[in-house]
């Protein structure tokens, strides 16, 4: 993939591809705005150094759907526990498997710039198209 963010965009494209949802033409994702429950989404999608995925220096976890949606990986399935996590055989993360479906959430270890920037462009999104708490939208990878 080209672009500013290529790994991010490969992940999420890599994500919708395997059954997760927010593509166009599948079911959409809906803005968190919570702050706890977003916290806990990236914390089930992306453990601590210590005790979850590693991250060689210079990289980060990345999540998908994202933590600010609640389809993230701990609010997706409330109140029953997180449905499971997957990535891709590039994502660096052996502790997670391969899967399909549209229940779960991907994890992969990209770039730390890469997911930053992204990040940022996901807010950007949210603030530019006054995108509120529960409003549902879609991510299309170009």
Known sequence: MTGPVPDYARHIRDAQASGLPGAPDTKSLTRLTDEDLRQRNGSTACPTRTNGHPRPTGYSCDEYPCRS???????????????????????QIPALP????????????????????????LNSFYVNNRVIDKDPFYVEIL
Do not use: H, M
């Open 69 to 91: 949606t609640r389809e993230g990986a701990y609010t997706a399935n409330l109140p029953d526990p997180p449905f499971p996590g997957r990535t891709f055989d590039w994502c």
């Open 98 to 121: 391969p899967a399909n479906g549209p229940d779960g959430w991907s994890a992969c270890v990209i770039p730390e710039g890469q997911n930053s920037q992204g990040g940022s462009r």
